[in-house]
């Protein structure tokens, strides 16, 4: 099946100083204290305590790599991943603009750069060593963004010198890895369904002496409903089951109020019913 026309490949690459070091000094005063051996613990110092500045930049980095695995489809080991054409436009402007606070987080942290390694002593007290702060040249090599996207190659292309058995069995070599990756992607889409469907059948099922309105949050139903909406751009090979199953759901949470949901046991018991039917009907 080709898929050149579903999905794109999509690599990204995001790099962020991690401004730790082992404290040998501290590493041992700790350990001979406990009088244990020397590698029974490490002490890593954080270059910038007192400061979130750096911080910043590391818990954007982890919501954009968050961001780009819930919209993609795994398929090499490392690096690339399939990036469904239907959702191609929503991931680049996104990506676009989170390369902008990407951006603007470094260079705010670059132009203090200066005066955080000049508190860092005030800070790490004997723990300070200014051997550990590269110029600032270096610094901004430890930072980067990048996404590249490609096309997804066509299993006959292949432009190489080598003889016609050669060439064949190199092609039935890509062509069983291509559908391997393939079908690990598509696995992706119904392991979300179904870890949605079991979280929400558990959780719908009633427990004596539970207060509903404390066990029902929002999620119960906007994780459903978001859910809906991407499993119709991810089923890059229209597989029909998957369409079917994301359909059940989508009828399942028509209407669904989370206030209802909490109030009445009946509404939960009827949303159960139809979870667990998605459930039974589908193989996992």
């Excluded at 490949?9 to 040998?24: F, G, T």
Aim: proline share 3%; hydrophobic share 35%.
């Amino acid at each position: 099946m080709s898929i050149s026309a579903s999905a794109v490949l999509v690599e990204l690459n995001i790099s962020v100083w991690p401004a730790n070091k082992v404290d040998r000094e501290m590493t041992e005063t700790v350990n001979t204290n406990a009088s244990a051996v020397r590698d029974a613990s490490q002490t890593r110092k954080n270059l910038f305590a007192g400061t979130s500045l750096r911080k910043d930049i590391e818990k954007l980095a982890a919501r954009i790599r968050l961001y780009h695995n819930q919209n993609t489809l795994p398929w090499a080991d490392k690096g690339q991943r399939l990036l469904p054409t239907k959702l191609f436009m929503e991931y680049k402007q996104t990506m676009n603009n989170y390369e902008v606070q990407f951006s603007q987080l470094c260079s705010n942290f670059f132009v203090e750069y200066p005066r955080l390694v000049a508190e860092a002593q005030q800070h790490l007290g004997t723990m300070y060593r200014a051997e550990d702060y590269p110029d600032l040249e270096d610094v901004r090599m430890k930072f980067g963004f990048r996404k590249a996207f490609d096309p997804i190659p066509e299993s006959g292309d292949f432009r190489l010198d080598v003889s016609a058995q050669d060439l064949e069995e190199v092609k039935a070599g890509y062509e069983a890895k291509f559908d391997e990756r393939l079908a690990e992607a598509m696995r992706t889409p119904w392991e979300r369904l179904h870890t949605v469907l079991t979280a929400m059948s558990e959780k719908l099922k009633d427990e004596e002496g539970v207060d509903s309105k404390k066990r029902y949050h929002d999620s119960l139903v906007t994780n459903a409903q978001e859910l809906v909406g991407l499993l119709d751009k991810m089923n890059i090979t229209n597989d029909p089951k998957l369409e079917e199953a994301r359909k059940q759901l989508e009828l399942t949470m028509l209407g669904a109020d989370i206030e209802t949901i909490k109030e009445s046991s009946h509404a939960r018991e009827s949303m159960k019913t139809k979870v667990d039917a998605i459930l039974q009907k589908f193989e996992w």
